[in-house]
């Protein structure tokens, strides 16, 4: 079974430090990644996601993320954080070979303080 | 925008109780999914469901089962809640039968067994 992991359960950052969240996972097969984020009090929504291409992923927000297939890793990053990113950010992965179920990392909580 | 609406934001129901989580999405999407979201385990699959009375087993569906009669609507039941099942359900919803379609999330039930 596949299996996400992210090292990270809880970061602490000043405004305008760099930001990066790791997530590996198990599976050797072809894959599709994610990173979800969820703001407090408010419902997940997806950040970003890799699907094919270029490994080098920009979502919404500034935030980037890149896949290593030889790591098996899909680091999450942003150059300069803002007190609005602080929220819990989860790294998911599926792929066809695994009965199409999306697998969840564990969740990073990230704090920024102003 | 897609909405997915669950029907309690919070709950809390006696031990032996039966449960019912409802979810409902506004988009015509085919796929519904449940899960769970505890500290530190990130989010777990109950249950998917790919079309209207089709339902599919995910990682932890000991103690749970569900029901899709309507394409918009699927249920999450708790047959005899447990203390264990304190936790935050999440309901979600895909577009199409493909395995990248990004999920859509409700608010979430926080739900309190005591």
């Known amino acids: 079974a596949q299996s996400v992991s992210q090292h990270n359960h809880h970061v602490i950052l000043s405004e305008a430090a760099s930001l990066e969240l790791g997530c590996n996972y198990s599976?050797?097969?072809?894959?599709?990644l994610f990173w979800y984020v969820q703001y407090p009090g408010q419902h997940l929504q997806l950040l970003l996601k890799?699907?094919?291409?270029?490994?080098l992923v920009k979502g919404i927000k500034g935030f980037e993320a890149e896949f290593i297939k030889s790591k098996f890793s899909f680091n999450l990053r942003k150059p300069s954080v803002q007190w609005s990113d602080t929220a819990e950010y989860f790294c998911a992965v599926n792929s066809p070979n695994a009965g199409n179920m999306l697998t969840f990392g564990g969740g990073t909580r990230l704090m920024v303080k102003p | 925008d897609v909405k997915v609406t669950q029907s309690s934001r919070y709950l809390v129901k006696r031990t032996g109780e039966k449960v019912f989580l409802e979810c409902v999405q506004d988009?015509?999407?085919?796929?519904m999914f449940w899960y769970r979201q505890d500290p530190g385990l990130g989010l777990r699959l109950i249950y998917f469901s790919y079309d209207v009375k089709m339902k599919e087993k995910g990682d932890i569906p000991e103690g749970y089962s569900v029901s899709r009669e309507k394409k918009e609507r699927f249920s999450l039941i708790l047959e005899s809640a447990s203390t264990n099942q304190t936790s935050m359900y999440l309901c979600?919803?895909?577009?199409?039968?493909?395995?990248?379609?990004?999920?859509?999330f409700g608010n979430g039930t926080r739900l309190t067994v005591t």
């Open positions: 988009m015509d999407h085919e796929n």
């Open positions: 890799y699907f094919s291409g270029d490994p």
């Open positions: 599976y050797g097969g072809t894959v599709n």
């Open positions: 979600a919803s895909s577009l199409g039968a493909g395995w990248n379609s990004p999920l859509h």
